[in-house]
């Protein structure tokens, strides 16, 4: 076998594992409803870098061998719609976990995670059609049998400048998540007050996958270019960093997730204390608090010739018992009571009457 077959084989074993590292964690989350705006977005660049790594796997060699320029051509314009869709919903990832955690930045949509995985969609097909549209012969390299993008040629600003935009945007929203100490208050939105304490640990997953994604994209490319086998060589330990980040740290920073996987295998749930935030701990969501608070105490007297009466009043707050997940605060149940006492004190004269 050839070194060049060989360092194609090892690719090949490299790409199967990130495959299979994102068809596990994308079914862990599906069993586990983990369907938060954050964790959609995550499914969505986990569903695009695996597709991508598929046509890497199944459909490149066998275009790049045989010279189809077609093939290759359409084989260059779904790579770089794969790739803009990760970055693209690692973007957006980080809008969702910067809306959590600065108060300054809101995201557009936090009432539909529909509307957000359209715009992950849209925005790359967009740009993947006016670059094809304009020079999609530019696209491959026929000379080297390069299939994925020709680094010299016009088509790679198609691809270069979109997400140096995307990577440069979630950069600066995970950095001020970092350097912001303005942290919003408990959010309205039900669906996502449990995520505020996950995503101080999140940020620095999407921060990771952000970064070894452009270098695992970059050198992907220089290696099917020069045909380096070092470069090879370094775009496969990029992909498996890639799959260990995902299957790993993706999962094992999200209490939320960890929590509801402890429940599905083991029918009991984790439980964690929260952030400064929520202001408020696991054991006291878990435990409820039957002492009364007094909140008003009033007293009317009302006098007569024949007789007074006197009527205290006494209001009560009690709380009834409840059990919240650990990841999202409790609402407690509070119902009023009202105590009445009357004392009725009869005069003599209306003794001696009787």
Avoid at 11 to 40: E, P, R
Avoid at 269 to 291: C, V
Avoid at 332 to 348: G, S, W
Wanted: charged share 15%; net charge negative.
């Amino acid at each position: 076998m050839s070194p060049m077959l060989q360092y194609q084989a090892l690719q090949l074993v490299c790409s199967s594992l990130l495959v299979i590292a994102c068809i596990i964690t994308m079914l862990f989350f599906f069993a586990t409803g983990m369907f938060y705006q954050d964790c959609v977005a995550q499914l969505g660049f986990e569903s695009a870098l695996m597709v991508a790594y598929l046509v890497l796997m199944i459909v490149y060699p066998t275009s790049a061998q045989t010279n189809n320029k077609t093939a290759c051509i359409g084989i260059a314009v779904a790579l770089h719609f794969l790739f803009l869709c990760a970055f693209t919903f690692l973007m957006l990832e980080a809008l969702t976990l910067a809306h959590l955690l600065v108060i300054y930045i809101k995201s557009p949509f936090q009432r539909s995670n529909w509307v957000m995985v359209v715009v992950g969609l849209l925005l790359p097909l967009l740009v993947v059609a006016f670059t094809a549209g304009f020079g999609s012969q530019q696209y491959p390299d026929f000379s080297v049998g390069n299939c994925w993008v020709n680094p010299n040629g016009n088509a790679m600003w198609g691809e270069v400048v979109p997400i140096g935009i995307l990577v440069a945007a979630t950069v600066f929203l995970l950095g001020n998540t970092f350097f912001t100490q303005q942290m919003p208050p408990e959010l309205a939105e039900e669906e996502h007050r449990g995520r505020q304490s996950d995503s101080h640990k999140l940020r620095w997953v999407v921060l990771a996958l952000c970064v070894e994604l452009l270098v695992a994209w970059a050198s992907g490319v220089a290696a099917n270019q020069s045909g380096d086998q070092g470069i090879y060589v370094f775009f496969c330990v990029m992909t498996l960093v890639l799959a260990i980040t995902i299957a790993g740290a993706r999962t094992s920073f999200d209490d939320t997730f960890r929590s509801k996987m402890h429940r599905l295998c083991c029918g009991t749930e984790l439980t964690y204390k929260r952030s400064e935030i929520l202001s408020i701990s696991a054991r006291s969501r878990i435990t409820p608090t039957h002492k009364p608070e007094d909140v008003s105490s009033t007293s009317i007297t009302t006098g007569s010739s024949r007789y007074t009466t006197s009527e205290e009043r006494t209001s009560q707050v009690t709380t009834s018992p409840t059990i919240s997940l650990p990841n999202t605060p409790s609402e407690e149940q509070q119902e009023q009571r009202v105590l009445m006492k009357r004392t009725y004190n009869f005069t003599d004269e209306d003794t001696n009457e009787n």
